[in-house]
């Protein structure tokens, strides 16, 4: 049996739905299950949040193919309680997910940093949470510049400020020269970095940290903005 998330669903003639599946140790999979009706039927469990474990048809092992066949599932837990600004954030990360992986994507420990993200954001709200989740998925993705070392091999420093230079990394950017950054997009405190990269970001560090998560996430979408921003802008 294998576990996982839903990440979203839909309909699929009179009694099926189509799963968009974060699966352990896989990565994403999307399915087709057959949720039944009356007593019988899976349609309280097919939802977002709720820990699931399942097998797929045995002709459908190879995850690359582009849609497998559930034949058994069931609860693997109660529902993770998400209430709120919580919630909203949950459902930015699902949206995320399936925005920028496509079917049949490897990301093997993605798993357990999306289970962690929700335990934590049920216990207590706060951005910090989406920012450590979006830097865990870029660097599946392998679209997560080195947070250990500038783009000269030089550690990053806690006191130096960078700017990011695609395809190659942060750049120090002298005194002198840091005047014409004018956007935190544009300057980054080192501090926030080696934070970020700890997992420990300062209530000072949440705005910077969310510009350049925002600013490498966006090329991933192809252009087309995530609805569950507005939900919660100022998130």
Do not use: C
């Amino acid at each position: 049996m294998l576990r996982g998330y839903i990440l979203h669903h839909r309909p699929y003639r009179e009694s099926s739905v189509i799963v968009n599946l974060l699966v352990d140790g896989v990565g994403r999979v999307d399915a087709l299950v057959r949720v039944g009706s009356g007593k019988k039927s899976l349609k309280s469990i097919i939802q977002p949040f709720q820990p699931l474990i399942f097998q797929f048809n045995a002709k459908s092992d190879s995850f690359e193919s582009s849609l497998k066949f559930i034949t058994q599932i069931e609860p693997a837990a109660p529902s993770i309680p998400l209430k709120a600004e919580s919630l909203y954030s949950a459902m930015y990360l699902n949206e995320l997910l399936v925005r920028v992986m496509n079917a049949g994507q490897h990301a093997e420990g993605l798993f357990l940093h999306y289970h962690r993200s929700l335990m934590a954001l049920a216990h207590e709200f706060t951005s910090s949470h989406l920012r450590y989740f979006e830097m865990e998925l870029l660097l599946e993705l392998g679209a997560l510049p080195s947070l250990d070392y500038d783009t000269l091999g030089e550690a990053i420093d806690k006191g130096a400020s960078y700017r990011f230079i695609a395809d190659e990394g942060f750049a120090v950017v002298n005194q002198a020269a840091s005047a014409q950054f004018t956007t935190s997009r544009h300057l980054l405190a080192g501090q926030m970095l080696i934070e970020l990269k700890q997992k420990a970001l300062s209530p000072d560090s949440l705005n910077q940290a969310k510009g350049l998560m925002r600013y490498l996430i966006t090329p991933l979408l192809g252009g087309k903005p995530l609805l569950s921003r507005k939900l919660f802008a100022k998130y």
